[in-house]
Structure formats: C-alpha cells, structure tokens
C-alpha cells in the first residue's frame, strides 16, 4: 500500500501565528477613532465660527446710530439762532518775562496744569551769577558788622579804663576823649555797614526776581492748548518778541468756563435779554445740544457788520467742546426753557431687541465686538423707539444681523 507523501513545508507554514493581520486590524480602528475626534471638533470649531467668537467667524450686520435731536430752529421753542464759536472765557498765551534761549519745556498739547506749574525754562547762567555775587555780598556785609561789633566792645572795655584812670587821677583827658572817639567811630561803621547789609539784601532779593523769571510758570489752572516754542529757540517778552525771537511759549485756557460768541444782527438784538435760556450744537457733535445762557451782550456794535457780539455761557461743559469750534446757538423762548431737558435720545425701531419683558440693544465697540446694553424704552415714532434710559447718544448699534449675536461676537459692517 503506497502511503501519499505530505509537503513538510507547507504544513510548518499552516502553523506559523500571522501577526500582520491584528496588526491592520489595530491600525483601521486608531484611523476611525481619529476621524470621529476630527469631525466633534470640527463641529464645535463651526459653532463658534458661527457665534462670531473665532477669528474668520464675523457675523456680517447692518448698523445704525442713536440719535439726541438737536436743538431745533426758532420755530421750535427758540427766538433766533446765530453762528458762532466756542472761545474759553479765561486764556493766556504764556510768554517769558526775559529774552533768552528756551532750555526746558515741560508741558505739550493737552498737558492739565495748575497754577504756578512750572511751564518751561530759559538760560540763566548769567542770573545765577549774579544770585551768587550778591549772596556773597550779604556774605561780606554781615562779616563787617560782626567785626565792628567786636571792635566797638573792645573800644567800650578801653574807654571804660581810661575813665576809671582818670577818676583816680591816673589818667589825663585826652587819653579819655581818644577812647570815646575810637568808640563812636567804631560805631558809625557798624550804622553804615548795617545799611550796606540792606542794600546788598535787596540786591540778591533784585537777582533772585531775575532768576524767578527764567522759570515760566502758569498763571491758573487750566489745559495747553498750543506749544509756540521748542527748545533751543529764542524767546521773548511778547511786546519785545522781533523776527529772530519767538513771542508766547504756550497758549492755555480754563476749558471749565466756556463761551460761544456770535454775532446777532442788530435789528433783532432786542430779542435777547441776559440770562436767557439758549442752546449750543457744534458742528462736531451735530446730535447733541448743550444747555446754555445769554452771559454778556457786548455793548457796542461793529458798524460794518452791523451786528452786535454776544456771549452765551455754556452750563455744564463738556470735554468734547473745544475752544474754536463751530457752534450754532439757538435762543429760548422763556415760556420753554425745559425743552432740553425733555429730549431723549432715539433709535430705529429694528435696533430694539426684546427678551420676555426686557428691551436691549446690540452696541458696537471700536474693536468690531458687540455688547449686550439693556434699555428703557418709551413710545415709538415714525419708526424710531424713544429711549428712556440706557444710551446717551451717539452709540452705534446694530439694527439686522445675518445669523445670532452673543456678547463679544465679532461683526462686520455690510457695504
């Protein structure tokens, strides 16, 4: 019987372990794991990006602006309206008491000050010489009369001698009289030298002044508004300033006093009265009117303009108004001068949002980011909502946005 031969290689090969195959099997479920992590972050990435809280997830919206009406014509409350600008009741041009070259300038545009800050300084090397000269002087002086101070003890102990000798008849008359005199000339010269203490006192009191006025400093309180000088230039006093030397130094004004002057035609002067009610709105801050009052109608009239100045007082002044701005000045009829207080600012109706019983607004920031800021709201008219409380005016807020705003979403404004 012939028994079939077996392949021995083969059967040794259908007994080796395959370990490639768990291997891939490994490697197929690391791939999946991996991908459904991709895909949850990928989602989460999406809902944000939607938020508008990742970079490239800006929600694009449209925006608007709130609104405080401006003061309206003469129609509307007012007797006249004039143009005008805003000047500061109280401003200096600060300029140096003495020609020198300026060395120090210790304040810029916008710089507060107080009064008697130091402003700027010019050269004073010569002056303090002259300081020191006259210290020295003092010096000598008060050495010269403590001198003849002592002189005139020891001639006071002679002349006492003498007298004494010659009560005892030791001594002779003349000796006596040499004595006395010695004493009164001795004090004669402390007389005059005290007096040359006087003089040379005043003389350094003279340098001191001169060397005070080397140092600029600033006559009240108040903001820089210009800087005429840098350092290095000549300066003067201002009626000696010429071609070669520069007059002010720096100009500054109490921004907390201000004025609007304008011009009123003569024919309607009679209309104003001192301490009448007006309202102030520059060409800066168009939406917004500030309470005023007629402070001084100057007495006289400029007869080629044939209009008279008048000046009304700004009440509650405001870091936005600056001196030379534009201004245009309504006048109050007496019979409404709360008009003002009575305004409120306005928004478009679509800007308003609401959440149960709460009314809020979208408000856009410099950096592009929203914020929640809720409100008050009142009526609403010709499609604006009268804001009660919550906005002052001037706030830019979004009034339609493509997707849902959250606090911090970054926006874009449409075209």
């Avoid at 002779?172 to 009164?184: E, H, K, L, P, Y």
């Avoid at 007869?303 to 701005?325: G, H, N, S, Y």
Wanted: proline share 4%; hydrophobic share 45%; glycine share 8%.
């Amino acid at each position: 019987m012939t028994i079939p031969t077996r392949n021995a290689t083969a059967d040794i090969d259908r007994l080796r372990i395959d370990r490639e195959r768990p291997r891939r099997g490994n490697r197929r479920r690391n791939i999946a794991i991996l991908a459904t992590l991709f895909l949850l972050v990928a989602a989460a990435v999406a809902a944000r990006m939607r938020s508008g809280l990742l970079p490239g997830g800006t929600i694009e919206v449209e925006t608007s602006v709130a609104l405080r009406p401006a003061a309206g014509g003469a129609g509307a409350g007012g007797v006249l309206t004039a143009n005008g600008y805003v000047q500061a009741r109280r401003s200096a041009a600060v300029s140096a008491e003495i020609t020198g070259r300026l060395m120090r300038l210790y304040v810029e545009e916008g710089s507060r000050v107080e009064r008697g800050d130091l402003l700027a300084e010019i050269s004073s090397e010569n002056l303090r010489a002259q300081v020191a000269q006259a210290q020295a002087e003092v010096a000598v002086r008060e050495a010269g009369i403590v001198e003849a101070r002592a002189e005139r003890n020891d001639a006071e102990n002679e002349l006492r001698r003498e007298t004494e000798l010659k009560t005892r008849g030791l001594g002779t008359d003349s000796a006596v009289d040499a004595a006395q005199a010695r004493r009164d000339l001795v004090a004669a010269r402390i007389e005059l030298t005290g007096q040359q203490l006087v003089a040379a006192q005043a003389q350094l009191r003279l340098a001191r002044a001169e060397l005070d006025k080397a140092q600029i400093r600033a006559p009240f309180s108040g903001t820089v508004l210009r800087k005429n000088a840098e350092i290095g230039e000549m300066v003067a006093p201002i009626s000696l300033g010429g071609s070669g030397s520069r007059g002010a130094i720096v100009t500054i004004a109490a921004l907390d006093s201000l004025d609007v002057e304008v011009d009123v035609n003569e024919a309607y002067i009679g209309r104003l009265r001192l301490g009448q009610p007006a309202e102030a709105v520059t060409d800066a801050y168009p939406d917004t009117a500030f309470a005023a009052r007629v402070r001084q109608i100057v007495p006289t009239s400029d007869r080629q303009k044939a209009t008279v100045l008048v000046k009304a007082e700004i009440l509650r002044p405001d870091p936005r108004l600056l001196p030379e701005m534009g201004a245009k000045v309504t006048f109050l009829d007496e019979a409404a001068p709360a008009r003002t207080a009575q305004r409120r600012v306005t928004v478009l109706e679509a800007a308003v949002q609401h959440e149960g019983e709460t009314a809020f607004v979208w408000q856009v920031a410099a950096d592009g980011r929203v914020a929640r800021r809720p409100v008050q709201v009142g009526a609403t008219t010709n499609g604006r909502v009268e804001i009660l409380s919550g906005l002052e005016g001037g706030e830019t807020l979004v009034s339609k946005s493509a997707r849902p705003l959250r606090d911090g979403a970054k926006v874009r404004v449409s075209a």
